[in-house]
Each structure stands twice: as structure tokens, then as C-alpha cells.
């Protein structure tokens, strides 16, 4: 099981998403064979789509998220629904290129340049489509793009997967922050001085920070509430 937890400020002009999905990639990963490199890739949208599953209203909406990239990775296909239920596949599980410079998994070298698509079904007529060339292939920056283009929402989006030795997923979550039309301007630079402050999202959850935690440490100085908590399965 994962948990989102659901958080606004006390002023109501930021709300935010976080989750611990350690055990829902670890699953994933099991389930689809996966080497490090497609664990980090799939791990992070299953994060990612997890806490955007929630933020739809009605239990039969459902949400499609789509990477598709030249890279060898393929892309990543990806369902989610409003109680935050989730699965996904790589489209080449067994991809495997050399580390980054620093030591760490290339997932953009893994998926390489393309286009994010999402598509939101609320049982009308037409599905809601909306897409977006690839900024990086990290994932985190190509979602907090989308947000940005195609449904004009600024957002801050965090993903982290921790690969073990053994393959084996020590620790993976991320969250998800967004401004509303009224937020003050030193709302936002409080909350871009708390997000600098953080070198890793996974490194927190490795740490064992929970996403109560992560929550405090982005919304710092702005009381954050607690709206609710969900527990989520991959």
C-alpha cells in the first residue's frame, strides 16, 4: 500500500499532495520485471499518477497518463483512478544504459525526447486531452510543464525513486504543490525558499520522513492543514 496525504495552507491559496509509494513500485517492479533504470522511469509516474488519480471528484473518473519517447526506455503507459488506485506499464521493461556522471540512473537517457499526454475520462461525451513535449524525460519537470501549458496551473512536482543494490526499491514518493489565483507574492517566495531547502525526495522518505512530514518542510511558516489521508494501492 502507498499514502497520499492532502494538505492546504492556512490562507487556502496553496494546496498540496504527498505520498510514500515505496511498496507500489516495489510491486510494480516486481510484477513487470523491471532493471533499475525502467523501475526509476515507471516508479516516478506511478507516483506521480497516483496523486493525480486524487485529485479528480468522482469515483469513475479515470486518468491516462502517456510518455512516449525516442529514448530506449519507449515511454511509459499509466491509469489512475479517483481513490488513487494505479497501474502501469514500461513499454521495454529490460532497458539498460550506463549511470549519469554523478553516479545516479539516467531515466532521461532512458526515455528520451517526446511528448506527455494526458487524458481525464469523467464519463462525458469527450475525454479531457491535453499534451506536451518532454522538457527533460525526468518526469517531475515534464509533469510541472504540462501543468504550467496545457491546464495553466502552477505547480512545484517532486519524484524520487531509491534503487537498492539488489534492485529492490529502498524508497520512493514525491509531491505534488499548486498555486491558486490568490496567492500572495510572499506566499509564493516563502514556498520557493522551503522547496531549495530540499535535495531529495526520496532521500527524505529513505530517511523516514512520512508525508505528514514532507508536507511541514514544504509549507514551513504557512500552517499547513491536513485535509485528508488515502491509502492507495498500485
Given at each position: 500500500m502507498g499514502k497520499i496525504v492532502r494538505a492546504i495552507n492556512k490562507n487556502h491559496t496553496i494546496r498540496m499532495f504527498a505520498i510514500d509509494s515505496t511498496d507500489m513500485v516495489q510491486k510494480a517492479a516486481e510484477i513487470h520485471q523491471t532493471?533499475?533504470?525502467?523501475?526509476a522511469a515507471l516508479g516516478r509516474t506511478i507516483t506521480?499518477?497516483?496523486?493525480?488519480?486524487?485529485?479528480?471528484?468522482?469515483?469513475?473518473?479515470?486518468l491516462t497518463f502517456q510518455i512516449k519517447g525516442d529514448g530506449p526506455l519507449k515511454g511509459v503507459v499509466a491509469v489512475a483512478y479517483a481513490n488513487g488506485q494505479t497501474k502501469a506499464y514500461p513499454l521495454n521493461p529490460l532497458v539498460d544504459i550506463p549511470l549519469k556522471e554523478n553516479g545516479k540512473l539516467d531515466v532521461s537517457g532512458a526515455v528520451g525526447k517526446g511528448k506527455l499526454t494526458v487524458i481525464k475520462d469523467f464519463g462525458l461525451k469527450e475525454p479531457y486531452i491535453g499534451q506536451t513535449n518532454l522538457v527533460t524525460g525526468e518526469i517531475a519537470e515534464d509533469l510541472t510543464a504540462y501543468y504550467a501549458y496545457s491546464e495553466q496551473q502552477p505547480s512545484a512536482v517532486a519524484l524520487g525513486v531509491l534503487v537498492d543494490k539488489d534492485h529492490s526499491i529502498k524508497a520512493a514518493g514525491g509531491f505534488i504543490v499548486q498555486l491558486m489565483p490568490d496567492t500572495a507574492e510572499e506566499e509564493i517566495d516563502q514556498l520557493e525558499k522551503n522547496l531549495s531547502s530540499i535535495s531529495s525526495v526520496s532521500h527524505l522518505i529513505e530517511e523516514g520522513k512520512t508525508p505528514e512530514d514532507i508536507i511541514k518542510i514544504v509549507l514551513k511558516e504557512m500552517d499547513p492543514v491536513i485535509n485528508d489521508t488515502l491509502d492507495v494501492e498500485y
Open positions: 532493471t533499475p533504470v525502467a523501475s506521480a499518477v497516483s496523486m493525480m488519480g486524487v485529485m479528480m471528484k468522482n469515483d469513475k473518473d479515470k
